[in-house]
C-alpha cells in the first residue's frame, strides 16, 4: 500500500505544472482539475505508475482507465479514429467527451491501463491546468477521478485531500470545477454507443451524428458491457447514507437534497437541505451534485431524500450519478 506517503499540495499555476510533469515522468501520483471532475494521474506508458494508481483508488484493476491527451493528433497515436469518432472529436474536444476506439498496433498506452481490451478510451480534457500539465509530460496520462473507488467524485482539491492524503504523490489545487460530472462516454464501434451519460449531453452528440445514439442493452449495471463483472460499477458512486430518489415527501430524521423552487412536504423536519439548484438549472445542478452529496452525507442523517431532478441535457448524467449513489444502499 502507498499509504505514508507525504501529499504535496500546490496552488495552480507555472511551478505546480512543472512539478506535476516531473512527478508524472517518475511514475508518480498526481491529482488536478479537469473541467468535469478532479482526476489522479499517472504515466500511461508506465505499468508500474499504474499499478499504484488503482493501489492508491482501492480499484479493482479490471476497470479500464481513460488516457488524456494533448490533442487528435495524440490520440491517434493510441486509437484508430474512424469518420465518426474523428467528427465528434472535432466537434467536442477539448470537452467532457471520452472515445473508446480500437488500439493502434504501437500504442503506447500500458496494458494494465486498459484492463488488456483491445479498445482505449481517450479524452482531450479543456481545463486550463490539465492541458498545461498534459503539454509540459509530451504524454498521455491516465487519469480516473481522485476518489477512494465507491465514494462520490471529488469536484474541488478539498474532496481529494479528504479521500487520497497520505496515499498520492501531490495535488494540484485548481479551484472548483465547472463541470461537476464525469465525461460522457461513446463507444465508436460499429455503430456508435452511448456508454455512460456524462457532462456532453446526448442532444448534442446526436446532433453532430445526425440521428440518436443506441445505449447498450445492459447499462443498467454497468457503463460498460464488455470489462466488468454485472453489478461491479452499480454503487460506484454510493456515499456512506442511504439515498432515496423522487422523494415527494420528508421524514424525520432525513436529509433533503433538493431541486427547483417547488418544496415537498416535511421539508421542516430535514435535518439538513441543500438545493442543486433553486432556479431549476441543470448545469448548475451538475456542478453541484458531488459536492453537496459529500456535504449531506458528512450530516449523520438517516436517509438522504432526493427530489426528482428532470431527465433532459444533464439531467441524464445527474439522474445516472443518483441512480448509481441509491443502488447497493437499499
Ligand atoms: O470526466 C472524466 O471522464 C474523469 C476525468 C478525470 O477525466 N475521469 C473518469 O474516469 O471519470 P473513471 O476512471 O472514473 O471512469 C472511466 C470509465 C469507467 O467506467 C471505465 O469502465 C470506462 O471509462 N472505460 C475506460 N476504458 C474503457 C474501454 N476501453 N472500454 C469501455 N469502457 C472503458
Ligand atoms: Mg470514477
Redesign the pocket.
Known sequence: MNVGLKTLILPAGEAAVAAAADCLAEGGLVAFP?E????LGADATNAGAIARLYQAKGRPSF????A?VSDLRAGMRIACFDATAIALAEAFWPG?L?L?LPKTKNCAVADLA?AG?D???I?V?AHPVARAILRALGGPVV???ANLSGHV?PTTAAHVQTDLTGRIDLIVDGGAVEVGV??T?V?CFDQPML??P??LPRGEIERVLGRTLPQPPDDADN??S???APGM?ASHYAPRTRVRLNAERIEAGEALLAFGSATVPGTKRATAVMNLSAGGDLTEAAANLFGYLRALDAKGARTIAVMPVPHHGLGEAINDRLRRAAVGRE
Open positions: 479537469t468535469t471532475v478532479y482526476g476497470n479500464p482507465l481513460i488524456h467532457p471520452t473508446v486498459t481490451l479498445t482505449a478510451a479524452r480534457p487519469a480516473p477521478s467524485s464525469e465525461s462516454i463507444g456508454l455512460r456524462g457532462g457503463y460498460t464488455q470489462p466488468l460499477l
